[in-house]
């Protein structure tokens, strides 16, 4: 069955230092794979996204993921968080699923020091 | 252009009620996809609709239904509410639908249903 882990369920990082948030999937064949961002009451905000190609995927305020498929991983980059990237991230995976579903991971909450 | 929009923002209701909720897709999407979304937790899929019909379901009772409108819009319907439907619930609209490979969905703020 298609799943998605985000090992770290909270992270904490200073305002200025590099962050790196863990994604892993499970999938058989090659898998459509997202970051989501949601600030607290708000909806979902695509970050970016890894359908084929280069696996190094460039997104909007400054993130960046990379596709490793023989470690499953999509791990979301930031060379230098703000303190306004404080917000809940979700990695999901999407297929050619007749149902074409995302199937979201738990999570990662992001707290930011000033 | 209008992203996508639902209303009501906030709802609460008691158990055994029932409850609708209303999504606005994005201009030029045809797709609308709802997601549950508990507290902690990711999203996770209800159902699908493509051109006003059904196209995929989650694992979700029956009491969970919807509706697709000619313009795209959608409705999320649940009957006999129970304690464990309170959830943020998420509308997506997307030009075609992932079955389609390569669309991506994009999110409405959701409505925060308390049920009591």
């Known amino acids: 069955a298609q799943s998605v882990t985000q090992p770290d369920i909270h992270i904490t990082v200073s305002e200025g230092a590099s962050l790196e948030l863990r994604c892993n999937y499970s999938?058989?064949?090659?898998?459509?794979l997202f970051w989501y961002v949601q600030s607290p009451g708000q909806g979902l905000q695509l970050l970016l996204k890894?359908?084929?190609?280069?696996?190094l995927v460039q997104g909007i305020k400054g993130f960046e993921a990379e596709f490793k498929r023989s470690q499953s991983s999509f791990n979301l980059r930031k060379p230098s968080v703000h303190w306004s990237d404080a917000a809940e991230y979700f990695c999901?995976?999407?297929?050619?699923?007749?149902?074409?579903?995302?199937?979201f991971g738990q999570g990662t909450e992001l707290s930011v020091k000033p | 252009e209008t992203g996508v929009t639902q209303s009501p923002t906030h709802l609460i209701k008691t158990r055994g009620q029932q409850v609708t909720l209303r999504c606005s897709s994005q201009?030029?999407?045809?797709?609308v996809s709802w997601y549950q979304q508990a507290l902690g937790q990711g999203p996770q899929f209800i159902f699908q609709?493509?051109?006003?019909?059904?196209?995929g379901r989650g694992n979700f009772p029956p009491r969970f239904s919807g509706l697709q409108f000619p313009n795209y819009s959608s409705e999320l319907n649940v009957n006999a509410l129970e304690l464990d439907d309170s959830a943020l619930y998420l509308c997506?609209?997307?030009?075609?639908?992932?079955?389609?490979?390569?669309?991506?969905?994009?999110f409405g703020p959701g409505t925060r249903l308390t049920v009591l």
């Open positions: 997506a609209s997307s030009p075609r639908g992932l079955r389609w490979g390569t669309d991506t969905q994009y």
């Open positions: 999938y058989g064949a090659t898998p459509y």
């Open positions: 890894y359908f084929s190609g280069d696996t």
């Open positions: 999901a995976v999407g297929a050619l699923l007749k149902e074409g579903k995302l199937i």
């Open positions: 201009s030029g999407h045809n797709t």
């Open positions: 609709y493509y051109r006003e019909e059904e196209n």
